[in-house]
């Protein structure tokens, strides 16, 4: 996924400024995908740059809200539809599991329960989001919905893995 895509997906569901743009990752694709304000506003002007996005409204101060194009919404789909997904997953703190047995025990087995406290504080945090969050029946809310459940359930199984793992170094 890009940021150029993320912008596109929710400009697709309504106009937006930056701002309004920024809320929305905050509360819909933040576990998802971040972005920092100076990547969403640069974003947009490459995407207003490429036809892909148009200002629709101005207001005071200099806002600008912006509005997907046909030709946007052409991006959109072909990402969505033709354009394979990254599948290759990097994980540094899986690349540490394969080099364990250069520590002590207690020193792996401190490392792996450490990754399940992690594991547990981002579904805690994963299910405090999900109650913050005003679902509707529009389609963000219900694939947003979908998204938040595999979080939630990724967080679950690393938890419930490394407490294993753990386990498994037990003398």
Do not use: C, N
Request: charged share 25%; no cysteine.
């Amino acid at each position: 996924m890009s940021l150029r895509h993320a912008v596109l997906g929710l400009l697709a569901d309504r106009p937006a400024s930056g701002y309004d743009l920024m809320k929305r990752f905050e509360t819909s694709l933040a576990h998802v995908w971040s972005a920092t304000q100076s990547q969403v506003y640069g974003e947009l002007g490459k995407l207003a740059d490429g036809g892909l996005v148009e200002v629709s409204a101005e207001g005071p101060r200099g806002r600008k809200e912006y509005a997907i194009t046909p030709a946007g919404k052409a991006e959109l789909h072909h990402w969505l539809t033709e354009v394979e997904p990254t599948r290759a997953r990097r994980s540094d703190s899986l690349l540490r599991v394969f080099f364990l047995g250069e520590l002590t025990r207690l020193e792996a087995r401190t490392y792996l329960l450490g990754e399940a406290e992690r594991a547990a504080q981002q579904l805690a945090g994963l299910k405090e989001a999900e109650a913050a969050i005003d679902w509707g029946g529009d389609p963000l809310s219900v694939h947003g919905r979908l998204a938040m459940e595999y979080g939630k359930r990724l967080s679950e199984m690393h938890e419930e893995w490394a407490r294993w793992a753990a386990e498994q170094l037990t003398p």
